[in-house]
């Protein structure tokens, strides 16, 4: 019986035009579709857009066209953009598609009728950018704690989905499924916003003051608000409620989602789900934010990176890889073109790059460019090879089935480092002299485990893979069955090609103060202004997680609510158990750039001091104070 997958993207809001933030999402989907392809399993990917609501008419407005040339405008660009990165969807949905209106209005008529939504009247702090309403605790100094912009106060009738009804049920649903919100401090997270009571749903805006969108079927005076809309997109484009396979497909679904939509997808929709009698997705995957300059990138804010503008500098699938490399699944992440440069030209070209070309060339140069037998007796050092590159397979796997393709990438670039410190170690050069049927078992071991490489990075660099491949003279479509050592035939021709990943020049970097003025600066006092002291943000914060670092004895890492999560690597942990951490107040300078250490992005500080045993003692509070407001 075939296996069935099912991974869905968020549908876009088309106010503006795609960003990194939507391609990370997106690529990452098609890598997780890519990889359960290769195992053999029926594979759908869903991604579209999300076209209804408050910001679209908004946006709208101030361009002077209408909500419906809007949408269709934006939308084509990011249907547009998908196949140039590679992504290979199986359906691309739009919540103006008149299949997804039916969807929409049967699943409120259904809920209705349940006795699940009631007319009521509601006032509170509303973000456009959001499509939704926050609390006093949520928000961050009277501002949307994603957008930092402040909220309106709106205040009318409306009618409401009964959520915190199913409140217990959803308590009692995630513990009894660990892996349903993934990563597990996502999960942690979820369970706190579950502690207490939930506003019941606000699911509709009056038509006095917002018209686009699709009418309530039980009050066409009104429509439905964006986010219930939006969500019932995972159903409409498997075919809900009976098309052939929704069974099966909707059996196996995964929602990947960015953090700042955790919310909704996580409490919102398995609520609306259970009550439209459904089961809910087996998996929601949550990953963190791409920032530049200590910010969160946001087309809000201004800060966007341009994917194809980097597509175009440096390739797709080097553009691909350094997502995929880059960023910790769950994690926020720090983007620079230099890190992304120095990505391309230690990976791709000095180590991927070299390996193709070096063992392609020895094979035109000692064999006339055709595979030479394998040889029948492996020595130690084949079998060693041989054994690594089955380990490094079975390893990869494991890491992508639990969302870590960065360390799945990592594990194939192990491979290829032992494939290269192989030819050094055989020296062919020295074999083409001496041991010719040698060198034949050499090249043949070289050029099996290009092909493991080549299969094990399809799913994140699909074009670079078949052109490996294609070298090889390997045909066919990929799957596991041909992760064994071995399988590459004897006789065949081996291309040599340009080279795969051409060097390319590092960014040009500031220059350094003139020496007089560095010397200057020494001499300076130590007395400052009180508005330079002013530039540094102190907030309380309160810490929620706790962990060691692995192969430290000094760092902990920690999760902080500073009024937002921040992640902060801290070298307290001679001082602090992790455990004795979570729940403590501390004072964080939240306004430096982050660093890495170890490889862990800290976005923030933790103030603390000497103690007279040699420890260190965290600056904290006599009484509680308010988590994220400032230190002064």
Known sequence: MKQYFYITTPIYYVNAKPHLGHVYTTVIADVMARYHKLLGEKVFFLTGTDEHGDKIAETAKL??????KLADENSARFRELWPEL??????FIRTTEPDHVRTVQAILQ??????????GEYGGHYCIGCERFFTETEMIEGKCPIHEKELVYRQEQNYFFKMEKYRHWLIEHINAHPDFIRPERYRNEVLGMLREPLDDLCISRPKTRLSWGIELPFDTQYVCYVWFDALINYLTGIGYPDAEHFTDFWGAAQHLVGKDILKPHAVYWPTMLKA????????????????????????????????????EKYGIDAFRYFLVREMVFGLDSNFSEEALIERYNADLANDLGNLVSRSTNMVAKYFGGVLPEKGADPTPED??????????????????ENLEMHTAMATVWSLISSLNKYIDRMAPWVLAKSDPERLAAVMYNIMEGVRFVAELIYPVMPDTANRILGILGVKGEITTQDLEFGRLESGTTISVKEALFPRVERLKKLEQAPAAETKAKKEETNLIDISE???????????????KVEKSDKLVVLQVDVGKRIQ?????????????????YVAVVTNLKPAKLMGIESQGMLLATDTPDGKLALVTFDREPAVGSRVR
């Open 86 to 91: 590679q992504v290979d969807y199986t359906r």
């Open 63 to 68: 361009k002077g066209t209408t909500p419906r």
């Open 110 to 119: 259904l809920v209705y009728d349940k006795g699940d939504i009631y007319f």
């Open 276 to 311: 439209v009698g459904l089961e809910p997705y087996c998996n929601l995957d949550v990953h963190g934010f791409w920032n530049v300059d200590a910010a969160k990138m946001s087309k809000s804010l201004g800060n966007v990176v341009d994917p194809l503008d980097l597509k």
């Open 533 to 547: 002291f002013a530039r540094s943000v102190i907030k309380v914060g309160r810490i929620i997680e706790a962990d």
């Open 383 to 400: 079998r060693e090879l041989q054994e690594l590159a089955m380990k490094v397979a079975d390893e990869y796997r494991t890491r992508m």
């Open 568 to 584: 902060i690597a801290a070298g307290i942990a001679k001082s602090y158990p992790p455990q004795e951490l979570v729940g403590k």
